[in-house]
């Protein structure tokens, strides 16, 4: 089955500062890959996703980055604020789209 | 916002109690899905269902059941609670591929965190 990794497990930065999160997969055939946001006491939301037609796709101070070659992706989060802590996870779909696997979370802080 | 509600919010019980956690959406989304995080952060698929009479085993071996008897509803049970079950439960559910539009996106209940003492 897919698997997915993600790094860095934990990452802390200033406010202002960039934060880069970066995933692998390893099913050639997955073409979704989503990224979501856990707030605490909260589940997961969609925040930005990418489908493998596409190199990049960009909302706000988020930004997603899709090497279907190497089979990575990064999530890109610019002048960041402390309202962007949180855990972020990445995923991907297999299995021709009937499944997901998610990466293992990564705890973003911004410090003021 | 996502219209999937899970119950209760909380709670805690004692050692050999029945429960059931509940999960409805309102989006008529055919799958669902239940996930066991624990304080690790990871989430580990535990259930899901393709549609009304369908339930599978996820990737996390569990000693809880779900049923799938109305596509609006995904209820979990354990039988027999232990302290091992301590774990936070998201519920979530998502379009099939192909139905077009925000295909394949999960969207996730807030969760019950549950504690067996």
């Known amino acids: 089955g897919e698997n997915v990794e993600q790094h860095p497990s934990t990452l802390s930065v200033q406010e202002g500062d960039s934060a880069v999160i970066k995933c692998t997969y390893s099913?050639?055939?997955?073409?979704?890959f989503p990224w979501y946001k856990q707030e605490l006491g909260k589940g997961p939301q969609l925040i930005i996703d990418i489908r493998s037609n596409v190199g990049e796709k960009k909302d706000q101070r988020i930004a997603v980055t899709l090497n279907k070659t190497a089979k990575h992706f990064s999530l890109h989060i610019t002048e960041t604020q402390p309202e962007d802590s949180a855990v972020y996870f990445c995923?991907?779909?297999?299995?021709?789209?009937?499944?997901?696997?998610f990466g293992p979370g990564t705890r973003l802080s911004v410090l003021p | 916002e996502a219209d999937i509600y899970q119950t209760p919010r909380y709670l805690v019980i004692g050692t050999g109690k029945k429960i059931t956690l509940e999960c409805s959406q309102t989006m008529g989304h055919d799958k669902m899905y239940w996930y066991q995080q624990d304080p690790g952060m990871e989430l580990h698929l535990i259930h899901y269902s393709y549609g009304v009479n369908s339930t599978e085993k996820g990737d996390l071996s569990s000693e809880s059941t779900v049923s799938r008897i109305r596509t609006e509803h995904f209820p979990l049970t354990l039988e027999s609670a232990r302290p091992s079950h301590t774990s936070q439960y998201l519920c979530?559910?998502?379009?099939?591929?192909?139905?077009?539009?925000?295909?394949?996106?999960?969207?996730f209940g807030a969760g019950t965190r549950l504690s067996v003492l």
């Open positions: 099913d050639s055939a997955s073409n979704y």
């Open positions: 995923a991907s779909n297999y299995n021709y789209g009937q499944n997901f696997v």
């Open positions: 979530a559910s998502s379009n099939s591929p192909g139905a077009g539009g925000l295909r394949g996106i999960q969207y």
